[in-house]
């Protein structure tokens, strides 16, 4: 079955360091990838989408992912975390298939808690 | 625009009771879907309306069922309520079709039900 794989389920960082989630996902065949974050007590927003083109996509708040089809990964990468960044974060895909319904399927999620 | 709705955003139920959440999406929305969300498993698919039909279906017992009106405004019902159900559920809704570069999954708040 296909499914998404986030390496890490909690992650603690300090101000100013460098952020990078991993996403996997098991499917061969064209997917349309998604980052969300879900901040304390707020609804699930998008930070970035995929489509196609440019591997490297870039999102809300200084966050950027990069598309490696031969890895089947979607990592999330920002240069500098600030204490707001401090949510859980979601990689989601959604599969091509003849009915291309809007069926996303979620990674586990990571916790990132940035220290001040 | 207003956001998604869902209502009630807190429910408590007895097991072996029946409940039905609703879903008001984004105006000019034709599409909802709706997951489940729980510590243990994350974020699960239930199920996509488009137009007042059942596009896709998650691997959900037959319990969980749902139905979307002509104004898109769609409803959920879990019946025979177990212990298990005791989740968050989150409904979204979209504009466009799957697959297109403008196609987005906007999420509403959700409903926490909690079953004793």
């Known amino acids: 079955a296909q499914s998404v794989s986030q390496h890490n389920h909690h992650v603690i960082l300090s101000e100013a360091a460098s952020l990078e989630l991993g996403c996997n996902y098991s499917?061969?065949?064209?997917?349309?990838l998604f980052w969300y974050v879900q901040y304390p007590g707020q609804h699930l927003q998008l930070l970035l989408k995929?489509?196609?083109?440019?591997?490297l996509v870039k999102g809300i708040k200084g966050f950027e992912a990069e598309f490696i089809k031969s890895k089947f990964s979607f990592n999330l990468r920002k240069p500098s975390v600030q204490w707001s960044d401090t949510a859980e974060y979601f990689c989601?895909?959604?599969?091509?298939?003849?009915?291309?319904?809007?069926?996303?399927?979620f990674g586990q999620g990571t916790t990132l808690q940035v220290k001040p | 625009k207003a956001g998604v709705t869902q209502t009630p955003r807190y429910l408590i139920k007895t097991r072996g009771q029946q409940v039905t959440l609703s879903c008001s999406p984004i105006?000019?929305?034709?599409?909802v879907s709706w997951y489940q969300q729980t510590p243990g498993q994350g974020l699960q698919f239930l199920f996509e309306?488009?137009?007042?039909?059942?596009?896709n279906k998650g691997n959900f017992p037959g319990r969980f069922s749902g139905r979307q009106f002509s104004n898109s405004r769609s409803e959920m019902n879990v019946s025979t309520l177990e212990l298990g159900d005791s989740a968050l559920y989150l409904c979204?809704?979209?504009?466009?079709?799957?697959?297109?570069?403008?196609?987005?999954?906007?999420f509403g708040p959700g409903t926490r039900l909690t079953v004793t």
């Open positions: 309306y488009f137009s007042e039909t059942q596009r």
């Open positions: 979204a809704s979209s504009w466009g079709l799957a697959g297109r570069s403008s196609y987005e999954q906007y």
């Open positions: 989601a895909v959604n599969l091509h298939g003849s009915s291309n319904t809007g069926k996303l399927i």
């Open positions: 499917y061969g065949g064209t997917v349309n």
């Open positions: 995929y489509f196609s083109g440019d591997p």
């Open positions: 105006s000019g929305h034709r599409s």
